[in-house]
T-cell receptor, first 116, second 111 residues
Framework: GAVVSQHPSRVICKSGTSVKIECRSLDFQATTMFWYRQFPKQSLMLMATSNEGSKATYEQGVEKDKFLINHASLTLSTLTVTSAHPEDSSFYIC????????????FGQGTRLTVV | GNSVTQMEGPVTLSEEAFLTINCTYTATGYPSLFWYVQYPGEGLQLLLKATKADDKGSNKGFEATYRKETTSFHLEKGSVQVSDSAVYFCALKHQGGKLIFGQGTELSVKP
């Protein structure tokens, strides 16, 4: 199956700093990427959907100025958590899909963010 | 709106036991249905899928049948192994490719 690489897998940052998470599709063109947040023992909450070259579409209740999403190429999307606070600590997962084909989205390995 | 409901966990079974994890959905139209598995500390892996009514998805001994009449997509396995211990998510694919997930069911298989 297709491979989606997410980096870093774990990151610890100080409160008030920003953290960037990368999501790369390694062997296909990801026209659409999705960013999810997962709280412990809970389901995945979709944060935003991004299409290559366009602004991301954020789900209701997600602060777009806090969670900056860039999808500048067909193989890379980034999520930047700005001015991170302890409540932003969570597991963030990206998924990528080729919208030109009727295939499922593929998921990255996830990033465990801890804000101290 | 579209939604997915799964049976609550955790589910604890002995090795070689029969597994059923119930999943029902609410959706407009005819969505595709998926089961994903998440091992500790990892992202999600697609386990199986079905794209239309009466389709049966299967993989690694797991099976699920798309039942339109009962709006269900229950996951089954005849004989679970310790290595099957994970969290299982049922999901439907919304328009535009969005996946809507159930709340997840944690499975623990004891030797």
């Amino acid at each position: 199956g297709a491979v989606v690489s997410q980096h870093p897998s774990r990151v610890i940052c100080k409160s008030g700093t920003s953290v960037k998470i990368e999501c790369r599709s390694l062997d296909f063109q990801a026209t659409t990427m999705f960013w999810y947040r997962q709280f412990p023992k809970q389901s995945l909450m979709l944060m935003a959907t991004s299409n290559e070259g366009s602004k991301a579409t954020y789900e209701q209740g997600v602060e777009k100025d806090k969670f900056l999403i860039n999808h500048a190429s067909l193989t890379l999307s980034t999520l930047t958590v700005t001015s991170a606070h302890p409540e932003d600590s969570s597991f963030y997962i990206c998924s990528a899909a080729d919208g030109t084909k009727d295939t499922e989205a593929f998921f990255g390995q996830g990033t465990r963010l801890t804000v101290v | 709106g579209n939604s997915v409901t799964q049976m609550e966990g955790p589910v604890t079974l002995s090795e070689e036991a029969f597994l059923t994890i119930n999943c029902t959905y609410t959706a407009t139209g005819y969505p595709s249905l998926f089961w994903y598995v998440q091992y500790p500390g990892e992202g999600l892996q697609l386990l199986l899928k079905a794209t239309k009514a009466d389709d049966k998805g299967s993989n690694k001994g797991f099976e699920a049948t798309y039942r339109k009449e009962t709006t269900s997509f229950h996951l089954e396995k005849g004989s679970v192994q310790v290595s099957d211990s994970a969290v299982y998510f049922c999901a439907l694919k919304h328009q535009g490719g969005k996946l809507i997930f159930g709340q997840g069911t944690e499975l623990s298989v004891k030797p």
